[in-house]
């Protein structure tokens, strides 16, 4: 009897950790590889002095971010720095990139350049920056004014698209090549504000569009599958979806396919590899790609500019483009030249 | 009287779930045609296939967590092999078998020969897993497979619209189900989660059949993989994530006891099909997802319940 409590004990604690860990999985990225490197130094002798800048993003798990980083090292050899990029293993590791960025001040960064993991945990590292008169840029994230105001912190700018703009050059396209829309919507995970500017900016455009389905899939392709599958199950008649990331977009392509369904333009956010692959496949219409490499040369411009003494805006926008069957190899020749 | 009582806890779950069409059927119409019936196979695969193996580990009177990171895993190696390494995609398949198997072995040895918490144990692996395919492959995802290799995730039978992929799992439970019924295996595995000590004083070799338990699920990870980067045509170090919770409350739904020694193959199946059930009912009702978790949630919390009373009733 005494046995079978203690084991039964056990049970619970077992599962209680498992949803603990449940939770701390719940996210659109995933987990990844921490590594850290620098470049700069070698081949470009500095035309800045020595300096270092810290780079710390979300993660370095999907292709957004592993073209931030080449387009970071790529921009500091241009322009003669020396920049650390790193992250956490996941996106939803706040606590480690509170770390990243501690660690940074301790060790003496000329600038930092962050992409927030939560709108409202880094407001302290950030403060610990300013006092350390460490400038911070941040970069496609934005995070929570009102506390790091609140906290007397400060940010040089925030440099990134913006979302509801970008989402709206799909939903022109849209809106002018397709007439008597029956519109799905792929929404992404509900409370993130980028993930429904997109999708208001596209459905802002297409107003005359039934809306047929507006699912989220949480960013995940096979989720994507299975809802798109539901979706014609019930809506045979959808002309057009929005999806709001890449992920979602290819779930909904494999989705089209294995049923057969055709003439059905799908459109989706970040133009990813399998993207262009897609167009060029003609399975996707468009994709609204995002430039994380001009983001991240953007960013580190900006950290020059205030090592200068230079004052930024509070939004320093960087363009976002719809790429398309029209347009597809421009955009292709132009991140192949970030790979040499 | 132990037979009836697995009856009962199968019957429950079989009720909730013809409950649950029904209801879905009035609410609506979309929801009863064949086609309908089709998708909810479908998308039942890849859980019901990892279901099936951690049922097996449960049964055992253990757990394991690890593998949605397999299924990561495999997949990884799979596409860094047949689509980087341009190797025939059966070399593919089975070495994602093998590393299935393989994950799953090291998690048994682990648990019955160094004593480690099959919690622990497989916590560990689920890291390790994901980490090593994270290490393998970065952010990518692999894509690009051949028309053969694809029609395991969506080729159909010919003449038929009845995806290969169902019948895989059908066949594959139907093995699980006669072995567990039929074999030693099977009845040994029963025995070790009702009474382990037991089992080895009777001259059982426990840790042989412990071991065996988690390779199997580690197999069934990789099998699942398989289905699903076919289905996808893509392998990414970021799939699976929480499909080992998703596998669990496909067991504890279907009556199968956290404690060990008592559920069922065809159970775990029934569990399955219900919580893809409420996600493509309420999908078709257009109702979000927020609300998907929380009916979820309150199934499973309902599952866990039964389970308990059932475990008073039985020691009474």
């Known amino acids: 009897m005494k046995i079978m409590k203690n084991r039964q004990l056990k049970k619970i604690t077992a599962i209680l950790m498992a949803s603990a860990m449940v939770f701390g999985l719940t996210a659109c990225g995933g987990s990844g590889g921490e590594s850290t490197s620098s470049t700069g130094g070698e081949g470009s002798d500095s035309k800045s002095g020595d300096i270092k800048i810290a780079y710390i993003v979300k993660a370095k798990t999907d292709e957004f971010w592993t073209t931030m980083e080449k387009g970071a090292y790529a921009a500091a050899e241009e322009k003669g720095v020396t920049v650390e990029f790193q992250a956490p293993e996941k996106e939803t590791d706040v606590e480690k990139q509170v770390q990243m960025v501690e660690n940074a001040v301790v060790k003496g960064f000329d600038a930092i350049i962050l992409s927030a993991a939560d709108s409202k945990s880094l407001v302290p590292a950030i403060v ?213 | 009287m132990k037979k009836k009582k697995i009856d009962l806890s199968n019957m429950s779950a079989l009720l909730v779930l013809i409950v649950l069409c029904i209801l879905l059927s009035i609410a609506e119409p979309a929801f009863h045609s064949f086609a309908n019936f089709i998708n909810i196979l479908q998308q039942v695969t890849v859980i019901a296939v990892l279901a099936l193996g951690v049922n097996i580990v449960i049964f055992t009177g253990g757990i394991d967590i690890s593998v949605g990171s397999v299924v990561a895993f495999s997949g990884i190696v799979m596409g860094k092999l047949v689509v980087e390494g341009g190797m025939p995609s059966i070399v593919g398949v089975a070495a994602a078998l093998v590393i299935g198997a393989a994950c799953g072995t090291f998690n048994g040895i682990m648990i019955a020969k160094f004593k480690l918490q099959p919690m622990i144990a497989t916590l560990a692996m689920m890291s390790m897993a994901r980490g090593a395919a994270l290490t393998l492959a970065g952010g990518e995802t692999i894509t690009g497979y051949s028309d053969g290799f694809r029609w395991i995730g969506i080729g159909t039978v010919p003449g038929t619209q009845i995806p290969v992929q169902i019948i895989f799992m059908i066949l594959l439970y139907l093995l699980f189900y006669y072995i567990m019924k039929y074999r030693k295996f099977g009845r040994y595995i029963y025995s070790i989660g009702g009474n382990e000590e037991a089992t080895r004083l009777s001259g059982i070799n426990v840790d042989k059949f412990k071991t065996l338990a988690y390779t199997l699920s580690g197999l069934c990870a990789a099998i699942a993989s398989v289905i699903l980067v076919a289905k996808l045509n893509s392998a990414q170090s970021t799939a699976g994530q929480d499909y080992e919770m998703d596998a669990i409350a496909s067991c504890v739904i279907g009556g199968t006891s956290l404690l060990g020694g008592f559920g069922s193959v065809w159970g775990t199946f029934v569990g399955a099909i219900i919580m893809i059930v409420i996600r493509n009912g309420l999908n078709l009702l257009n109702v979000s997802a927020n609300l998907q978790k929380l009916v979820i949630g309150v199934v499973i919390l309902l599952a866990v319940l039964a389970d308990s009373i059932r475990n008073k009733a039985a020691k009474k």
């Not at chain 1, 900016?201 to 107003?207: A, L, T």
């Open chain 1, 128 to 340: 610990k920056a300013n006092n350390a008169n460490i400038p911070v840029i941040l970069v496609n994230d934005t995070i929570d004014e009102e506390a790091l105001e609140a906290d007397g912190g400060k940010v040089e700018t925030y440099v990134g698209i913006n979302q509801y703009d970008a989402a709206k050059l799909a939903g022109e396209y849209a809106a002018e090549n397709i007439a008597d829309g029956k519109v799905c919507y792929l929404e992404g995970i509900s409370g993130v504000k980028a993930l429904e500017d997109r999708l208001t900016g596209f459905r802002d455009q297409v107003e005359g569009y039934d809306i047929v389905a507006s699912q989220t899939a949480k960013c995940d392709r096979n989720e994507a599958f299975n809802v798109m599958q539901n979706v014609l199950q019930k809506n045979p008649d959808v002309n057009v979806v929005w999806a709001v990331n890449a992920e979602m977009g290819q779930g909904a392509i494999q989705a089209i396919q294995q049923g057969n369904y055709e003439d059905i333009q799908v459109f989706d956010f970040d133009a990813s590899s399998d993207d262009l692959q897609a167009i060029e496949d003609g399975t996707l219409a468009g994709t609204v790609a995002q430039y994380p490499n001009l983001q991240a040369e953007t960013a580190i411009q900006c950290c020059l500019d205030v090592i200068n003494g230079e004052t930024l805006e509070a939004h320093t926008e960087t363009a976002a483009q719809l790429i398309t069957k029209d347009n597809l190899e421009e955009y292709r020749a132009e991140m192949e030249k970030l790979d040499e």
